[in-house]
């Protein structure tokens, strides 16, 4: 049997349709066009991919070959690579859309990205090999089945990680443990860099950081809008290739920062607009 959501929820096979209101699960609907994401699953809901990338023309081929061939775009956000990294996406990939990072840091080409997608929903994966695209469908089913915001854990059962040292984990552990308190989320992983939501809560997000922080600022954000969170399992492996741009240490400390800051920020909702330079590409 396969499920169609994001628009009238129908039984497809052995027998006439059976519709369900798509108000019953708190959604609206797109257009009349649905695509299979499995066997189970039809969706009538868009999905655009955002992949910031610095330097990993050699990752890239293993990570575009995990991306299911139902991801409607494909946004790959350069930090002002200096190896291949453009060149070697665009020829993996007809119809990627290149966007040329304005600023610095992961957090910025997050937000640059996000600005130029498409979709109605929209995924965010890295580009080293340590998110794996097979598991953009676990983000998407909890997304159609009613989440606002679908967080990657790897703490949770079915999750792992083959990449975390004690280090990291044990400040991660605390981060999670202090956002939990203040912001009574039961989160089991803050500072993880796979997630997907649906664009309609940009606005609420207000997203405004350049750094790795990001995810965390996104996690935090999500709980003060009262988005409907859901966590999802991931396995997180090594990257492939190359060296990590995280240094513990500096960005631990604006991770906290962001935790303790946002206890009394007030979010200005910013102008969703794009900023940065956008590049279609499509094979001859
Ligand atoms: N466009 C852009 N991408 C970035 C920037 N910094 C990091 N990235 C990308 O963001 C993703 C995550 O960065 P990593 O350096 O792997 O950091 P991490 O995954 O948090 O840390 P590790 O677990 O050690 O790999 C990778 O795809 C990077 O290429 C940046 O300034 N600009
Ligand atoms: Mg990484």
Known sequence: MTMV????VKSLAGGPFHTVPMTTYGITATQGKFTSVSDDLAIGATVSVVVPAMNEAENLP??????????????????????????VARALRPGLRVVNQTGKGKGNALIEGFAAASGDIIVMIDADGSTDGHEIIRFVSALVAGADFAKGSRFT????????????????????TLTNWLYGTRYTDLCY???AFWA?????????????EIETLMNVRAAKAGLAIQEVPSH???????????HAVRDGWRVL????????????????????TVSEHVAA
């Open 5 to 8: 959501l994001q628009g009238d």
């Open 62 to 87: 293993h990570v575009f070959a995990t991306l299911p061939r139902w991801v409607d775009e494909v946004i790959l956000v350069d930090g002002n690579s200096t190896d291949d990294t453009v060149a």
């Open 157 to 176: 059962s079915g999750a792992g990680s083959d990449d975390i040292s004690f280090t990291r984990s044990l400040g991660n552990t605390v981060l999670t």
């Open 193 to 195: 860099g796979y997630n």
């Open 200 to 212: 309609r809560h940009l606005d609420a997000l207000a997203l405004d950081c350049d750094g790795f």
């Open 236 to 246: 997180e492996r090594c990257r492939i290739h190359g060296t990590s741009n995280l």
């Open 257 to 276: 920062k962001t935790i303790l800051r946002e206890r009394t920020r007030r979010i200005t909702v910013p102008e969703r607009r794009v900023t940065a």
